[in-house]
């Protein structure tokens, strides 16, 4: 089946410096992929839309300086982190779509980042 | 804007034992799918059911369906024969299809125990 890899699992970083997380399709091509940000307890809330070679389209709200996305291949896209906060300390995950004749979305395991 | 309402945040249920976990949710598409989706404690997202709204037959996965009512907007989960391995937040998503944006939307979610 599809497979979808995500990286770090997770990472600890000092405020004000930067992180990159990873995501990987690694049995297909995905010209899209999409990261979600997901607080304790609480549901998967759609930061930006990563279509490759182009721009990344963010959600209303969603600080596109901050959380720089970049797909430049069809089985790569990496969130990074910019000056890094505590408030920014939060569990990501990344999906892309394994389209095969049906509709299907694979998600990573996602990367727990905490900002100390 | 697409919104998915799950209003149960905490459901139980002896195993063995039936469950229908519910969600509704308002948009003025006519093509879209909804899932479920199962989170358990290692938060890797797994699909768990998929529904293409233009077929009136309800999806079914083994222990697994759903109650698709379209004209309601109610798209429910019913697990039967519940395991212990059940146990974990589910939720709900939308994904309206179109050319480029094929998003998806959750729910806050439906955290269930299964309880031997």
């Known amino acids: 089946g599809a497979v979808v890899s995500q990286h770090p699992s997770r990472v600890i970083c000092k405020s004000g410096t930067s992180v990159k997380i990873e995501c990987r399709s690694l049995d297909f091509q995905a010209t899209t992929m999409f990261w979600y940000r997901q607080f304790p307890k609480q549901s998967l809330m759609l930061m930006a839309t990563s279509n490759e070679g182009s721009k990344a389209t963010y959600e209303q709200g969603v600080e596109k300086d901050k959380f720089l996305i970049n797909h430049a291949s069809l089985t790569l896209s990496t969130l990074t982190v910019t000056s890094a906060h505590p408030e920014d300390s939060s569990f990501y995950i990344c999906?892309?779509?394994?389209?095969?004749?049906?509709?299907?979305?694979?998600f990573g395991s996602g990367t727990r980042l905490t900002v100390v | 804007a697409q919104t998915v309402t799950q209003s149960q945040p905490e459901m139980s249920v002896q195993e063995a034992e039936t469950v229908t976990l519910s969600c509704t949710y308002d948009?003025?598409?006519?093509?879209?799918?909804l899932f479920w989706y199962k989170q358990p404690p290692s938060r890797q997202m797994i699909l768990v059911i998929r529904q293409e709204a233009y077929k009136q037959q309800n999806a079914t996965e083994n222990r697994f369906s759903v109650n698709f009512q379209k004209a309601a907007k109610s798209f429910s989960l019913k697990i039967s024969d519940s395991q212990l391995g059940d146990t974990a937040m589910y939720f709900c998503?939308?994904?309206?299809?179109?050319?480029?944006?094929?998003?998806?939307?959750f729910g806050a979610g439906t955290r269930l125990t299964v309880k031997p």
């Open positions: 948009t003025s598409e006519n093509n879209y799918y």
């Open positions: 999906s892309a779509s394994s389209y095969r004749g049906d509709y299907g979305y694979t």
């Open positions: 998503a939308f994904m309206k299809l179109t050319y480029n944006n094929n998003d998806m939307r």
